[in-house]
């Protein structure tokens, strides 16, 4: 989205696969190329490894505690 709010152009090459939650409800709903499993899955995965590379990147610049370091341990 830009800074107004508004989508984007896609990409006629770009799939997009779109997955809400209703937090006050608990449905989830998922919109896209869902008939392609094999996609959707490999989509899934790299937006999981996504996720864990941002988390690591975030811990990476955090402070640690010794007690967290197990080679520091007594």
Avoid: W
Avoid at 11 to 29: K, Y
């Amino acid at each position: 989205m830009d800074g107004n709010g508004h989508k984007a152009p896609v990409p006629s090459s770009t799939l997009v696969l779109t997955i809400t939650f209703d937090q006050m409800t608990g449905q989830v709903n998922v919109t896209g190329p869902i008939e392609n499993g094999l996609v959707c899955y490999g989509m899934l995965e790299c937006a999981k490894d996504a996720i864990r590379n941002f988390a690591a990147q975030r811990t990476q610049s955090a402070i640690l505690p010794a007690t967290a370091l197990p080679f520091l341990k007594q």
